[in-house]
């Protein structure tokens, strides 16, 4: 009865759009856009204010999503609102996206859905998808073009109407200690045939306690040649044949758009629908799924990734923002005390008004904000219209509109402070918290969001949900037991949630503050225990994820997309030098810090080392040579949109006398990541990059810098020895720095012999 069932379905979708390739090509693209994620891991926000007009850097989340769709080439897009619906519909009515030209968007609205699938079945009976559609989720942020995306996709319909979807993907290395991505997603193996890009197996909640991952013989039998990644990363943007929807309908058990319909088609071997993989590269495509990915994509766009769609570039809307040196913006009307300290990747919303004695760094801070004298704030996101009295301390935390801090109070790692709590004087929020006017709901659906979808658009006042939560199904809690009471100190409103059990890890691994050190070295130890019991005889696999024998393994030529991920990790070592130079961090700390960004990208103590160097000689071209340590305020913008200005004008005895002063302050931090030779000899071969490339101001100064690292104890004679003989094989143009270092080298020799 299912395959009858399906067939017919199929049936019914042909008759519904054209056979014809040629008139579907002539099709205007269409999107579907849902506004509803159907899940909660943004509460308490959530409640109140549905998650794509959440604000990302200042700007509700679905105009990234729609300014690329509209970039794209997409014509017409439908909305699909559910929770909070009258909030996304007023919201969309009232701005700009009504009225461009050659550019439709349109809101379907139900208070009857509960997951994606029924979405999409609702969709599919108003019959307004006409041929091929985009279908994207409102919390995503990309600036790839979809065109050679599109072309595969319907040249490969061309050839079989079974290929019903283009899935998008990108590079991604997992962390091997927590096992997720840098966005905070689970680990992700997909099995994809390297010559068609089919997707042939797809797994985002792997048993790792077992260390291995079944396929089916059939699928190895069926298919010649398999590649086997954990390094992807689901772009959650699909290309989509109308019969996608039609699926959907007749599949009333498809709810979640992976978990039920991409399994569910990969596991059917009676109808034949195919999904095939595009893979991006220098593009960008990122969903915001969890707190954690919040915090990864505002720092991507702070740092200019998603170009054009960056605080100082005009779409949807968005204010007039300036974006200074140091990837700071600022927009207009904003009063800030002479003393006060904004650093660097930081983005100050409009009329915010900042105290004396204030220090704000990597940080978003929304508009009509007030921050009094002697703050804190780190790694944080302040939404609009908040109050920080003097003396608060906010570290990696997100606090909504309208929140009122007392003076002295403290927010530690991972807080979340939902519209309108007020924390009292010198209060202490501990970590991973989260706060809300709203008690906390008893049970745990998704569409418990409905409850509050009221006629506001707005935010809803505490009074009215207490009402609500009165006369509810019984499914909020408003009795005031101990359980319930107000904990936030004196003058504090507002409940601070109970973390259910089991969730402090989910709390920890999903939150904008970085993962504790001491939950790192025991999911590390975890680790290792678990490796000792995976059994060591089986078929290798490359990194590339290719299925063959150990005779036959090697490491497979995904050069250009992990030189993507080297990109993104030194720019991160880069920003947090920074910030420390500015600060005056203590370099344990700073340590800490690039361990963490380290597991993060999966990257070596080599990458470190050169990275860390890389920063450090950086900093010693671009400031100023009469305060050459912690003086930032003429650091030059690193963003190629704005015109810098120019690098200072050095003698060569200056710069040569900056780079040792910084060496000299910064040389424990450096040394933390030289445990071998070889991590010695990759800071050489960066210096050599550097010269040739990227800072070609040190060429002339090459044997003297080495000659200072050699001083400091940072590089052995072994290593710049090495360095040397592994060169003489080399063409005369590779050996530019060593003929330049030839005394130094001489000298080095004929002391290590005299030593023997």
């Known amino acids: 009865m299912g395959a009858q069932k399906k067939r017919a379905a199929a049936a019914a979708a042909a008759a519904r759009v054209s056979e014809d390739p040629d008139d579907l090509a002539r099709q205007p693209l269409q999107a579907i856009l849902l506004a509803d994620s159907f899940t909660t891991k943004f509460r308490p926000i959530t409640l109140e204010r549905p998650k794509v007009l959440l604000p990302l850097v200042n700007v509700p989340m679905i105009n990234y999503t729609l300014a690329w769709l509209e970039a794209a080439g997409v014509a017409e897009v439908f909305v699909f609102c559910c929770a909070h619906s009258k909030q996304v519909i007023d919201y969309l009515e009232n701005s700009e996206w009504f009225s461009q030209p050659n550019f439709t968007v349109k809101t379907i609205e139900s208070h009857n859905i509960i997951s994606a699938g029924d979405a999409l079945r609702l969709i599919y009976e108003q019959n307004v998808i006409h041929g091929d559609f985009v279908l994207i989720s409102g919390d995503t942020v990309s600036n790839m073009s979809l065109t050679q995306a599109l072309q595969e996709h319907k040249e490969r319909k061309k050839k079989d109407n079974n290929a019903v979807m283009t899935m998008i993907i990108k590079k991604s290395k997992p962390s091997p200690i927590t096992r997720q991505s840098r966005l905070g997603t689970d680990e992700l193996f997909m099995a994809i045939d390297p010559n068609t890009k089919q997707l042939l197996y797809y797994e985002d909640k792997a048993d790792h306690s077992k260390g291995t991952i079944c396929l089916d013989k059939m699928l190895l039998a069926e298919n010649p040649s398999i590649s086997l990644h954990n390094d992807k990363q689901d772009c959650y943007i699909d290309i989509c044949s109308p019969e996608v929807l039609s699926l959907f309908t007749d599949n009333f058990d498809y709810q979640h758009l992976r978990r039920h319909f991409v399994k569910g088609l990969l596991l059917d071997d009676i109808m034949g629908y195919k999904i095939f993989t595009h893979e991006i590269h220098s593009s960008y495509a990122a969903r915001i799924d969890n707190y954690r990915s919040y915090?990864?994509?505002?720092?991507?766009?702070?740092?200019?990734?998603?170009?054009?769609?960056?605080?100082?570039?005009?779409?949807?809307?968005?204010?007039?923002?300036?974006?200074?040196?140091?990837?700071?913006?600022?927009?207009?009307?904003?009063?800030?005390?002479?003393?006060?300290?904004?650093?660097?990747?930081?983005?100050?919303?409009?009329?915010?008004?900042?105290?004396?004695?204030?220090?704000?760094?990597?940080?978003?801070?929304?508009?009509?904000?007030?921050?009094?004298?002697?703050?804190?704030?780190?790694?944080?996101?302040?939404?609009?219209?908040?109050?920080?009295?003097?003396?608060?301390?906010?570290?990696?935390?997100?606090?909504?509109?309208?929140?009122?801090?007392?003076?002295?109070?403290?927010?530690?790692?991972?807080?979340?402070?939902?519209?309108?709590?007020?924390?009292?004087?010198?209060?202490?929020?501990?970590?991973?918290?989260?706060?809300?006017?709203?008690?906390?709901?008893?049970?745990?659906?998704?569409?418990?969001?409905?409850?509050?979808?009221?006629?506001?658009?707005?935010?809803?006042?505490?009074?009215?949900?207490?009402?609500?939560?009165?006369?509810?199904?019984?499914?909020?809690?408003?009795?005031?037991?101990?359980?319930?009471?107000?904990?936030?100190?004196?003058?504090?409103?507002?409940?601070?949630?109970?973390?259910?059990?089991?969730?402090?890890?989910?709390?920890?691994?999903?939150?904008?503050?970085?993962?504790?050190?001491?939950?790192?070295?025991?999911?590390?130890?975890?680790?290792?225990?678990?490796?000792?019991?995976?059994?060591?005889?089986?078929?290798?696999?490359?990194?590339?994820?290719?299925?063959?024998?150990?005779?036959?393994?090697?490491?497979?030529?995904?050069?250009?997309?992990?030189?993507?991920?080297?990109?993104?990790?030194?720019?991160?070592?880069?920003?947090?030098?920074?910030?420390?130079?500015?600060?005056?961090?203590?370099?344990?700390?700073?340590?800490?810090?690039?361990?963490?960004?380290?597991?993060?990208?999966?990257?070596?103590?080599?990458?470190?080392?050169?990275?860390?160097?890389?920063?450090?000689?950086?900093?010693?071209?671009?400031?100023?040579?009469?305060?050459?340590?912690?003086?930032?305020?003429?650091?030059?913008?690193?963003?190629?949109?704005?015109?810098?200005?120019?690098?200072?004008?050095?003698?060569?005895?200056?710069?040569?006398?900056?780079?040792?002063?910084?060496?000299?302050?910064w040389q424990k931090l450096l040394k933390s990541y030289l445990l071998e030779i070889d991590e010695e000899i990759e800071i050489i071969l960066k210096f050599e990059e550097m010269c040739l490339e990227s800072a070609k101001e040190f060429s002339p100064l090459f044997a003297r810098i080495l000659h200072i690292l050699y001083d400091k104890d940072i590089l052995q004679e072994d290593a710049i020895l090495r360095w040397a003989d592994e060169k003489e094989g080399a063409d005369e143009s590779d050996k530019v720095f060593v003929r330049q270092s030839e005394k130094f080298i001489q000298w080095l020799r004929e002391a290590s012999e005299e030593e023997d």
Not at 319 to 325: G, H, P, S, Y
Not at 645 to 652: D, H, K, M, R, V
């Open 295 to 665: 915090d990864i994509v505002s720092k991507d766009i702070i740092q200019r990734w998603t170009y054009p769609y960056v605080p100082d570039v005009k779409f949807c809307g968005n204010r007039a923002t300036k974006l200074e040196r140091r990837g700071m913006y600022r927009a207009l009307e904003i009063e800030q005390s002479r003393s006060a300290q904004v650093g660097s990747f930081t983005v100050i919303g409009y009329g915010t008004k900042i105290g004396s004695n204030s220090k704000i760094s990597d940080s978003v801070i929304g508009e009509g904000c007030t921050i009094g004298s002697n703050v804190l704030i780190e790694g944080s996101y302040i939404w609009d219209n908040v109050i920080i009295e003097d003396g608060c301390e906010l570290r990696h935390v997100i606090v909504c509109d309208g929140v009122i801090m007392k003076a002295g109070a403290v927010l530690k790692p991972g807080v979340v402070l939902s519209f309108k709590v007020v924390i009292g004087e010198r209060f202490v929020v501990p970590a991973y918290s989260k706060v809300s006017l709203l008690q906390q709901p008893t049970v745990h659906d998704s569409d418990e969001e409905l409850e509050y979808a009221d006629n506001s658009s707005g935010t809803v006042e505490f009074s009215s949900i207490q009402g609500t939560a009165d006369q509810s199904n019984g499914e909020m809690t408003s009795e005031s037991s101990e359980a319930h009471k107000p904990k936030l100190g004196t003058g504090g409103v507002g409940y601070i949630w109970s973390i259910c059990e089991g969730g402090q890890e989910e709390e920890w691994r999903h939150s904008v503050a970085p993962i504790p050190e001491d939950k790192l070295t025991e999911l590390s130890e975890a680790m290792d225990d678990d490796q000792e019991l995976v059994t060591q005889d089986r078929t290798a696999l490359s990194t590339s994820g290719e299925l063959i024998s150990d005779s036959n393994a090697s490491e497979g030529d995904d050069n250009e997309d992990s030189k993507d991920d080297s990109v993104y990790f030194e720019k991160e070592v880069e920003a947090t030098f920074l910030r420390a130079v500015e600060e005056n961090v203590k370099v344990d700390h700073v340590i800490l810090e690039v361990n963490s960004l380290r597991l993060s990208y999966n990257m070596t103590s080599a990458d470190c080392a050169g990275a860390v160097f890389y920063s450090m000689m950086k900093l010693a071209i671009k400031t100023p040579h009469s305060s050459a340590i912690g003086l930032l305020t003429l650091y030059p913008s690193p963003f190629s949109m704005v015109a810098s200005n120019a690098y200072p004008i050095y003698l060569s005895g200056e710069l040569q006398q900056n780079t040792a002063n910084i060496i000299t302050t």
